[in-house]
Nanobody, 126 residues
């Protein structure tokens, strides 16, 4: 499975961005697609995830109500719509895919995902 993430950029606080993650290859071998982010000097943290087959979604408390994860099956693409951005959202955002037990805590754990995209930088200025 290959993942190509794009859509990052520089935005002012309160602004919006939409990230895209295009998947190719043996995508049927995965069940979940997630977004993680990593700020300088910090550990990679879970942002949001979606289940391919029925679009159940999961969010971290930090982004709930501001970010929306969605998928477009025909394009094998997952989106992360980010609104009301804050300076603390500044990070490199990575998309990841893996086969995970539905509803398990593993959904929010980076080590549960086998495939990773290259990352896209999001910078929010104050």
């Amino acid at each position: 499975v290959q993942l190509q993430a794009c859509g990052g950029g520089l935005v002012q606080a309160g602004g919006s961005l939409r990230l895209s993650c295009a998947a190719s290859g043996r995508t049927f071998s995965t069940s979940h697609v997630a977004w993680f982010r990593q700020a300088p000097g910090k550990e990679r943290e879970f942002v949001a995830a979606i289940v391919w087959s029925h679009s159940s979604t999961y969010y971290s408390d930090n982004v709930k109500g501001r970010f929306t994860i969605s998928r477009e099956g025909a394009k094998n693409t997952v989106y992360l719509q980010m609104t009301s951005l804050k300076p603390e959202d500044t990070a490199v955002y990575y998309c990841a895919a893996g086969r995970i037990v539905y509803g398990s805590y593993a959904t929010k754990v980076a080590g549960s995902y086998d495939y990773w995209g290259q990352g896209t930088q999001v910078t929010v200025s104050s």
